[in-house]
């Protein structure tokens, strides 16, 4: 990069070392700027999109059930919940645990302070009884946190197939590290979406309303702005695949002409081949093997797997050993 550059944003940086590697990648976790995050909105309520669907029918059809398990022999717990959202699936929980007049407390930790205020407003407005903690900050800072004045069992939900996005690599270190912030009988709740029919899969991320396309264009739309970047939007195909044997569903955009693209901050130009790829997100698909294996390595004993009617879906609940 150039000297005028030397002081980078970490975007900037990730940006240049994704376009300077080979394969080219980008990294998924900057698909969530404003309008990324409206358009993630619309792809969980379309059609092909049944992921948000499937564990929505979950929480619906197995409330009863789901909080038997997450009572277990203890009267109380505290619902903490990584990467909180808008809540919407939960609320179906919070309702229920509430309505049965469970002594329970919710903890959504965000990093973004704007979504936490939202959801508070919303649920006390939607839930009033609803006793809310939130917490701005890194997942594993704000469980540390929890901890400290830990007297009640932990119930943490990690929903939406986000464990997906993680590389297969970084999946069972993330698993382990939260893990290591639990204690003995708290319990994990975490949504995995299964291998099924690949076209069911590519379907989803390939909706026939183009809404997951412009999803993964926007990021160089956001480099543009954000970054004083000249990416030709029309020159980029979106492109996901689907590997029946491991289960990577794969996004990419793909070059459709030779190209250079120049990025003010970082102050680089970068050259594109034509149909070069570049990989921006992999949504991993598992099978309960592999989710048995994932909870064994990371120290959690397998308490029950919730799933759908179609068996598309998993919430699988784990317990710290
Ligand atoms: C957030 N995450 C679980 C979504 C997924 O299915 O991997 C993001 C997404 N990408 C394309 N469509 C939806």
């Given at each position: 990069m150039s000297e005028t550059t030397a002081i980078l944003s970490t975007f900037a940086k990730d940006i240049h070392s994704g376009l300077s590697s080979n394969p080219k990648c980008l990294s998924s976790k900057y698909f969530y700027d404003e309008t990324g995050d409206q358009?993630?909105?619309?792809?969980?309520?379309?059609?092909?999109?049944?992921?948000?669907?499937?564990?929505?029918?979950?929480?619906d059809q197995q409330k009863k059930e789901i909080l038997k398990s997450f009572l277990g022999e203890d009267t109380s717990f505290n619902l903490v919940e990584l990467g909180a959202g808008d809540g919407t699936k939960t609320k179906v929980l919070l309702k229920y645990f509430v309505s049965q007049g469970v002594d329970f407390s919710y903890s959504p930790i965000d990093i973004s302070q704007h979504v936490l205020d939202?959801?508070?407003?919303?649920?006390?407005?939607?839930?009033?009884?609803?006793?809310?903690?939130?917490?701005?900050?890194?997942?594993?800072?704000a469980l540390a946190k929890l901890n400290e004045n830990h007297f009640q069992k932990e119930v943490v939900l990690f929903l939406g197939s986000n464990i997906g996005n993680f590389s297969n690599g970084s999946a069972p270190k993330f698993?382990?590290?939260?893990?290591?912030?639990?204690?003995?009988?708290?319990?994990?709740?975490?949504?995995?979406?299964?291998?099924?029919?690949?076209?069911?899969?590519?379907?989803?991320?390939?909706?026939?309303?183009?809404?997951?396309k412009e999803f993964n264009i926007n990021l160089l739309r956001r480099i543009n702005k954000e970054l004083g970047a000249n990416f030709d939007l029309e020159g980029y195909e979106h492109f996901p695949t689907y590997n029946p044997?491991?289960?990577?569903?794969?996004?990419?955009?793909?070059?459709?002409?030779?190209?250079?693209?120049?990025?003010?901050?970082?102050?680089?130009?970068?050259?594109?081949?034509?149909?070069e790829a570049i990989h921006t997100e992999v949504s991993q698909k598992y099978s309960l093997k592999m989710i048995h294996q994932f909870a064994e390595q990371a120290g959690f004993k397998v308490i029950k797997n919730f799933t759908d009617k179609n068996n598309f879906y998993v919430d699988a609940l784990w317990e710290k050993i």
């Open positions: 358009l993630f909105q619309t792809i969980m309520g379309l059609e092909e999109y049944y992921l948000t669907r499937s564990e929505f029918e979950i929480f939202v959801l508070s407003e919303d649920l006390g407005e939607s839930i009033p009884k609803l006793q809310v903690n939130a917490i701005q900050g890194d997942y594993f800072d698993l382990t590290r939260l893990g290591d912030n639990l204690s003995t009988g708290d319990l994990l709740f975490i949504g995995f979406d299964l291998m099924k029919d690949p076209n069911v899969i590519l379907s989803a991320y390939n909706d026939k309303l183009g809404v997951t044997i491991t289960g990577e569903t794969k996004s990419h955009l793909v070059s459709n002409k030779a190209q250079e693209v120049f990025i003010k901050a970082t102050g680089e130009t970068y050259s594109f081949d034509a149909w």
